[in-house]
């Protein structure tokens, strides 16, 4: 009889307890759904950042000698009045990764940059000329091809040096 007074006791007391265990976990629930917040951010998205985009530019890697590409975040506002002449600014101006290096020689200078019949037409100030080889003239080709050839009306690049025709790049480079 002791017994089963236990039992019945331990029962009770079981129940009760699961009892509480429940209206605590529905009271915690309803709290965590109410207590819910929006996120808003620290500060908007600028016009600047939304006309971002990223370019890919051709750089040479220093520790293979091969050109490898670098992309970079950009205001597209620049692209609009000449993507061409922008795009080889930037290769000019350099990568901005340490195992990469400019193809360019120094003070080179874009001077005018347009297109017709799907081909680039660069006009570039005679520092061009101060290539170190032929590898070197051959990345600097390549290089303003792998940029230029993203955009799709662009199929071939001529080079000009103070806007006359030059037999070190003459010709038409297609990629």
């Given amino acids: 009889m002791k017994n089963k007074k236990l039992l019945f006791f331990l029962i009770f007391v079981l129940a009760i307890i699961l009892i509480l265990i429940s209206f605590v976990v529905k ?3 309803s709290n965590s759904s ?3 917040e929006e996120y808003t951010p620290e500060e908007e998205i600028s016009d600047t950042q939304l006309r971002e985009t990223v370019v890919t530019l ?3 890697d220093k520790n293979s000698n091969t050109l490898k590409s670098e992309g970079k975040l950009i205001d597209s506002v620049l692209l609009l009045q000449n993507p061409y002449k922008e795009l080889v600014n930037l290769l ?6 340490e195992n990469l290096s400019k ?3 120094e003070n ?3 001077l005018d940059a347009y297109i017709k019949n799907n081909c680039v037409t660069l006009d570039f100030s005679d520092e061009i000329l101060n290539f170190e080889n032929e590898d070197q003239k051959y990345n600097i080709i390549n290089s303003i ?3 230029l ?3 799709n009306e662009v199929n071939s690049v001529k080079f000009m040096i103070n806007n006359e025709k030059n037999d070190v790049f003459s010709g038409t480079f297609t990629h």
Avoid: A, H, R
Avoid at 92 to 97: A, E, F, K, T, V
């Fill in 145 to 147: 091809l792998n940029t």
């Fill in 34 to 36: 109410e207590n819910i």
């Fill in 58 to 60: 051709y750089f040479l």
């Fill in 27 to 29: 009271k915690f629930d």
């Fill in 108 to 110: 080179t200078q874009i």
């Fill in 149 to 151: 050839s993203q955009l």
């Fill in 103 to 105: 193809v360019f020689p």
């Fill in 92 to 97: 000019i101006l350099g990568p901005n990764s």
